[in-house]
Antibody, heavy 121, light 106 residues
Framework: QVQLQESGPGLVKPSETLSLTCTVS??????????WSWIRQPPGEGLEWIGY???????NYKSSLKSRVTMSLDTSNNQFSLRLSSVTTADTAIYYC?????????????WGQGTLVTVSS | DIQMTQSPSSLFASVGDRVTITCRAS??????LNWYQHHPGKAPKLLIY???ILQSGVPSRFSGSGSGTDFTLTITTLQPEDCATYFC????????FGQGTKVEIK
């Protein structure tokens, strides 16, 4: 059974960098069948795709966040990570990591349960 | 970005009722449409992909239909454990989501 678990600080100060890690069990981040994604949901709002990373290190980020987002893979620990720089209160959200199947119709077939990150001084 | 408009935003229904949730895309997405169930504090769960294909292990009371811009998720006989938020996702062009529908029991 594939499981994903987000981890990282729950509180980040404005202008600093948000860093989260997603640990994958029951599957490999080195598989060529999947994209490893980050999605967030601000309080009272809908879900927003942030971006994904492929096992080759290729990334694709949402255009409005591109200048502040970096994603990376750690194959030795079967993890992938998100860094979001220069955060503001608008970045307060529940952050989810998800596995995105790229064969056939693409879909997020496994998700983490999410972690709340609050941006506040 | 492709906008996804989901309705209703919430609904109350009785156990055994038939429930229908709709999702409309701002342009044709063919059948690149997925449906998820989300219980608070839990990981979202894939129910339907490619508009109408039931994900393995999902009860057959869930079904999806539609193509182009208009899509529907149907729960034929609502069960207490179906109380959750349901949302759609388009993957035709990167990915965007509907705002969600909260299903509650009367």
């Amino acid at each position: 059974q594939v499981q994903l678990q987000e981890s990282g600080p729950g509180l980040v100060k404005p202008s600093e960098t948000l860093s989260l890690t997603c640990t994958v069990s029951g599957g490999s981040v080195s598989s060529d069948n999947f994209l490893w994604s980050w999605i967030r949901q601000p309080p009272g709002e809908g879900l927003e795709w942030i971006g994904y990373i492929y096992y080759t290190g290729t990334t694709n980020y949402k255009s409005s966040l591109k200048s502040r987002v970096t994603m990376s893979l750690d194959t030795s620990n079967n993890q992938f990570s998100l860094r979001l720089s220069s955060v503001t209160t608008a970045d307060t959200a529940i952050y989810y990591c998800a596995r995105f199947t790229r064969t056939g119709i693409m879909r997020s077939d496994y998700w983490g349960q999410g972690t709340l990150v609050t941006v506040s001084s | 970005d492709i906008q996804m408009t989901q309705s209703p935003s919430s609904l109350f229904a009785s156990v055994g009722d038939r429930v229908t949730i709709t999702c409309r895309a701002s342009q044709s997405i063919i059948n690149y449409l997925n449906w998820y169930q989300h219980h608070p504090g839990k990981a979202p769960k894939l129910l339907i992909y490619a508009a109408s294909i039931l994900q393995s292990g999902v009860p057959s009371r869930f079904s999806g239909s539609g193509s182009g811009t208009d899509f529907t998720l149907t729960i034929t006989t609502l069960q207490p454990e179906d109380c959750a938020t349901y949302f759609c996702q388009q993957t035709y062009s990167t990915q965007t989501f509907g705002q969600g529908t909260k299903v509650e029991i009367k």
